[in-house]
């Protein structure tokens, strides 16, 4: 059974760090490229970070360039997503994505950034 879960969400002050995981099951890790979106109240998802299948290599959205590192440990079958310097525009729900032959979607960790 594929499965995608979420962690490490919570209530953080401006300024600080989260750091997110997603722990995969179910479906051969290494051959998909994986993702994390966002969803804001009132908002379309966003993408945020993705990470190649291959090489390791990752593309960022503009707004958290800088700010947010991406990073995959396929011996574990988890994605990680490191977030600092978070601003109250960063609180959102955040999901974990699987992409190659098939779509996977975690059921979301929700982070809020406020004082």
């Known amino acids: 059974q594929v499965s995608l879960v979420e962690s490490g969400g919570g209530l953080v002050q401006p300024g600080g760090s989260l750091r997110l995981s997603c722990s995969a099951s179910?479906?051969?890790?290494?051959?998909?490229?994986m993702s994390w979106y966002r969803q804001a109240p009132g908002k379309e998802r966003e993408l945020v970070a993705q990470?190649?299948?291959?090489?390791?290599?990752?593309n960022y959205a503009d707004s958290v360039k800088g700010r947010f590192t991406m990073s995959r440990d396929n011996a574990k079958n988890t994605v990680y997503l490191q977030m600092n310097s978070l601003k109250p525009e960063d609180t959102a729900v955040y999901y974990c994505?699987?992409?190659?032959?098939?779509?996977?979607w975690g059921q979301g960790t929700q982070v809020t950034v406020s004082s």
């Open positions: 179910g479906f051969v890790f290494s051959f998909y490229t």
């Open positions: 994505n699987a992409v190659a032959f098939y779509t996977y």
């Open positions: 990470i190649s299948r291959t090489d390791g290599s990752t």
